[in-house]
C-alpha cells in the first residue's frame, strides 16, 4: 500500500482545511486508515482513524467536535476535514494504514505498517 498525502497549507486561526491521502492498490474493508501528526520539536501524536468500510472512527480529544474523518471508495481516499483550526493543530500531518482496526492499538503510531510522506498544515493566529 503506498499513500501520499497532501492538502496541507497556511491557515488563519478558525479556518478550514481538507486533508487527502490517496492510496494506491486495492484496499480490503478490514484496513484502519489513519491520520497522525508531528508538531516540530513534538512526537507523534494519534488524530484520527477510521476503518476503511467505512463506519467506525476513532478520534483524539483534540480533534473531536472539530475534526472529521471519511473515506471515498471509489477514489481510494481518505480525507480529514479539519474546522476551526488554532494554531496548536501546526504540525506535519501523516496519513498511515494497518490491516485492522485494532481498539487497543487504534492510536499507536508503532503500530502502522504504511505511512504517507506527509502535508504540512501551518496555523497563524
Known amino acids: 500500500v503506498q499513500l501520499q498525502a497532501s492538502g496541507g497549507g497556511l491557515v488563519q486561526a478558525g479556518a478550514s482545511l481538507r486533508l487527502s491521502c490517496a492510496a494506491s492498490?486495492?484496499?480490503?474493508?478490514?484496513?484502519?486508515m489513519g491520520w497522525f501528526r508531528q508538531a516540530p520539536r513534538g512526537e507523534r501524536e494519534f488524530v484520527a482513524v477510521i476503518q476503511w468500510s467505512g463506519g467506525l472512527t476513532y478520534y483524539a480529544d483534540s480533534a473531536k467536535g472539530r475534526f472529521t474523518i471519511s473515506t471515498d471508495n471509489a477514489k481510494n481516499t481518505v480525507y480529514l476535514q479539519m474546522n476551526s483550526v488554532k494554531p496548536e493543530d501546526t504540525a506535519v500531518y501523516y496519513c498511515?494504514?494497518?490491516?485492522?482496526?485494532?481498539?487497543?492499538?487504534?492510536?499507536?503510531?508503532?503500530?502502522?505498517?504504511?505511512w504517507g510522506q506527509g502535508t504540512l498544515v501551518t496555523v497563524s493566529s
Open positions: 498511515a494504514a494497518r490491516e485492522a482496526l485494532s481498539i487497543v492499538y487504534y492510536n499507536n503510531a508503532a503500530h502502522y505498517d504504511y
Open positions: 492498490g486495492r484496499i480490503p474493508g478490514s484496513y484502519a
